[in-house]
């Protein structure tokens, strides 16, 4: 009797785990991530939620991103997008060709909205937050972002500011920075 109600209670433990297994790969959960700009102090972007930190510097931390992400890559009106339904944003699969400063930053994506590109006139710089989702945690090429985009751009602009100062990501080193100097541009669009 006892060997009959053990084996019930396995399959019965077997069974409802499949089944929230399916569930979970059928309706995963969306993550959340902030897309509009703030003003940010290190303490602030370093309690950023869905992010490991493996060292602090006095310009930032290093880390990566605890998401799981669910990128599906794809060419929208000859434009190539990177969707990410883990996180319900659009990025661009490559992005600038040359690394600007943070104001030229901004008139780049507004040309790429001028242009509509992939059909779309709604792209931004990502939050720190949005940008930082991007790192993993070990350099799966050359950079420590996964290889469905573009290599080239190793460090990003976000829109979020640290006083006068502007916070961006290094895929390079694998770190999120507030020192001003010249960075890439990967635009980003929340979906609908």
């Known amino acids: 009797m006892k060997k009959q109600l053990l084996y019930i209670l396995v399959v019965s433990f077997v069974l409802l785990s499949a089944l929230t297994i399916q569930s979970a790969e059928e309706n995963p959960q969306r993550v959340n991530l902030r897309s509009s700009y703030r003003n940010l102090s290190v303490s602030e972007a370093e309690s950023m939620p869905e992010i490991y930190i493996r060292k602090f510097d006095e310009w930032g931390f290093y880390g990566h991103s605890t998401i799981i992400h669910n990128y599906e890559k794809k060419s929208i009106k000859g434009g190539n ?112």
């Open 81 to 192: 997008v990177v969707i990410d339904h883990a996180t319900g944003l659009m990025w661009l699969q490559s992005g600038s060709k040359e690394y600007m400063q943070w104001n030229a930053a901004n008139g780049w994506v507004r040309k790429l909205n001028t242009l509509k590109y992939a059909g779309y006139s709604d792209w931004r710089l990502p939050t720190i937050e949005e940008a930082a989702s991007l790192l993993e945690p070990g350099k799966t090429n050359a950079l420590h972002i996964d290889p469905i985009f573009d290599e080239e751009q190793w460090g990003i602009w976000s829109g979020d500011k640290h006083g006068s100062n502007t916070w961006s990501v290094y895929f390079s080193l694998g770190n999120v920075r507030w020192r001003y100097k010249n960075r890439y541009v990967r635009p980003v669009r929340s979906l609908n």
